[in-house]
T-cell receptor, first 115, second 115 residues
């Protein structure tokens, strides 16, 4: 079946530094990938839609300059949290569109802790 | 605006007992509906989805869900719960936009299974 690899699975960084999270579709090409943020005991909130070769589409309220998304190939999208602060600590999950109607496969998530 | 409501934050059932997780949606058009399961610290796995046709949908792991348009509901059921079913369950509605299709999630229901 379709597999999406998300790396790293967890990361601890110092306040003010930047962190990059990778999302790879291993056995299919994904023109579109999605980035979600999940707060403890809460639902997934869509942050942005990443389209290969074009700019990402951000949801209302999400800072584009803080959460940089790059989708340079059909199998890789990256989310960079710039100048991270403790309030950015969260669980970040990506999903990739297999091309079927709502055929989304999710990565296993990245736990970001900013200290 | 599209929304998904999962009224129960936590549910505890005994192993072997039946299970029903509630989901109500608000969407103007015919909805695409999904149930996902998330184990702690993991991504999401699709249990089942409804696009059209038979309103009773069979999924993986013995789960099923019934779409009831008159009640705007898509409740998830399982006749006999196993301890391994303990996880968090998310209902979602698929929403189309000019940027593509995306998922709007409910807040989730945490299922605890007691032996």
């Amino acid at each position: 079946g379709a597999v999406v690899s998300q790396h790293p699975s967890w990361v601890i960084c110092k306040s003010g530094t930047s962190v990059k999270i990778e999302c790879r579709s291993l056995d299919f090409q994904a023109t579109t990938m999605f980035w979600y943020r999940q707060f403890p005991k809460q639902s997934l909130m869509l942050m942005a839609t990443s389209n290969e070769g074009s700019k990402a589409t951000y949801e209302q309220g999400v800072e584009k300059d803080k959460f940089l998304i790059n989708h340079a190939s059909l199998t890789l999208s990256t989310l960079t949290v710039t100048s991270a602060h403790p309030e950015d600590s969260s669980f970040y999950i990506c999903s990739a569109d297999q091309g079927e109607n709502y055929g989304y496969t999710f990565g296993s998530g990245t736990r970001l802790t900013v200290v | 605006a599209q929304s998904v409501t999962q009224p129960d934050i936590h549910i505890t059932v005994s192993e072997g007992a039946s299970l029903e997780l509630r989901c109500n949606y608000s969407y103007g058009a015919t909805p695409y509906l999904f149930w996902y399961v998330q184990s702690p610290g993991q991504g999401l796995q699709l249990l089942l989805k409804y696009f059209s046709g038979d309103t009773l949908v069979q999924g993986i792991k013995g789960f099923e869900a019934e779409f009831k348009r008159s009640q705007s509901s898509f409740n998830l059921r399982k006749p006999s719960v196993h301890w391994s079913d303990a996880a968090e369950y998310f209902c979602a509605v698929g929403v189309g936009s000019e940027y593509g299709n995306k998922l709007v999630f409910g807040a989730g229901t945490i299922l605890r299974v007691k032996s």
